[in-house]
């Protein structure tokens, strides 16, 4: 069950994050629609450990891919690519992303010891 909610949270959790950089507010009605049912349902902890990876992990990604193409474009003679500074989106990504993968790696490690 553990697997499934987290299998969910990391699915919604990427859909969202996609969403958010195209469509902002179905992105955060997305989030919200899955956070609620699963702040109230036994397996929180899994949902929510999976919605903070997928989130952050996409969001990250797309971060690196804007700034690998910027980079790329950069190449090219009499061509400039200045991007916005994304630090504090990076270092927020970064924190969800951890949070996520330490609640992740608690539910595997509590899974083990019941069984």
């Known amino acids: 069950m553990r697997r499934t909610n987290w299998l969910a949270g990391l699915a919604v959790g990427g859909c969202a994050g996609l969403l958010l950089g195209v469509w902002p507010t179905l992105g955060f009605v997305l989030l919200v629609a899955f956070a609620i049912p699963a702040a109230i349902s036994r397996q929180r902890r899994a949902a929510a450990s999976g919605l903070l990876v997928g989130l952050a992990g996409i969001w990250l990604l797309l971060v690196a ?8 474009f950069d190449a090219f003679p009499n061509q400039e690519c ?30 083990r010891r019941h069984t």
């Open 82 to 111: 200045v991007a916005p500074d994304l630090t504090g989106w990076v270092v927020v990504a970064v924190a969800l992303f951890v949070v996520g993968v330490v609640g992740s790696v608690d539910l595997v490690r509590r899974g």
């Open 65 to 72: 891919i804007a700034d690998a193409r910027c980079s790329a």
